[in-house]
């Protein structure tokens, strides 16, 4: 090999170490780069409730789903005129969770899982005085809303503030209390578990 052809090879073997070592350090640049739209955000943050114009409506809480949780927020609901206010409750609280969510609530990330033809009836002989009767058996529900009716049914003031609710399908099935824990508010999902509901058969 002659000499001139060595230096050559060295002077490239010097060029290539030299960018290299200067592609360890990267320099900022002026020019913005387009990495993708940043992943939205939702503040699951509650709108106010507004007032009803009569005056004769109340406000009461429901419970809707934001992000991987359930959010509490504000609705205003007529109030029940009947003897029992358990079921006419029950009824409009679930109605309430059917409703779609305003368009602030669908901004600030809210949503409900409850299916539309979901109905709810009073308990049946046998059944604890507190019960409820759905026409979709509860453990068939989707886990988040089941736990949106749960907690919903556990805040009610008319239904108790009990935290929990007493719930049973169409069928003969014992009903069960399903509690309105922080670890369900925090993870809905664990509706799927069997061992969320206690049977009554022993309180009933």
């Not at 939205?40 to 009461?60: D, H, I, L, W």
Request: proline share 9%; with cysteine; aromatic share 2%.
């Amino acid at each position: 090999m002659t000499p001139s052809r060595r230096t050559g090879r060295r002077t490239a073997a010097v060029v290539v170490l030299a960018l290299a070592a200067a592609g360890c350090g990267i320099r900022g640049t002026s020019v913005p780069v387009d990495a993708g739209g940043a992943p939205s955000r939702v503040s699951c943050k509650a709108p106010t409730s507004r007032p009803s114009p009569s005056g004769e409506n109340s406000t009461t809480s429901v419970y809707l789903v934001c992000g991987s949780a359930l959010a509490q927020v504000e609705r205003s609901v007529p109030p029940s005129k009947a003897t029992d206010p358990r079921l006419p409750t029950a009824r409009a609280l679930l109605h309430e969770l059917q409703h779609k969510p305003s368009a602030d609530e669908e901004k600030a990330g809210f949503s409900s899982a409850l299916p539309q033809d979901l109905k709810v009836s009073g308990p049946r002989t046998g059944d604890p005085a507190d019960a409820l009767r759905l026409s979709i058996r509860p453990d068939d529900l989707p886990s988040f809303a089941l736990a949106q009716l749960v907690c919903t049914y556990g805040a009610s003031t008319a239904l108790g503030r009990t935290h929990a609710a007493v719930l049973g399908g169409p069928g003969d099935d014992t009903a069960h209390r399903y509690d309105c824990s922080a670890d369900v508010l925090a993870n809905p999902d664990i509706a799927e578990n069997a061992g969320w509901g206690d049977p009554l058969s022993e309180e009933g």
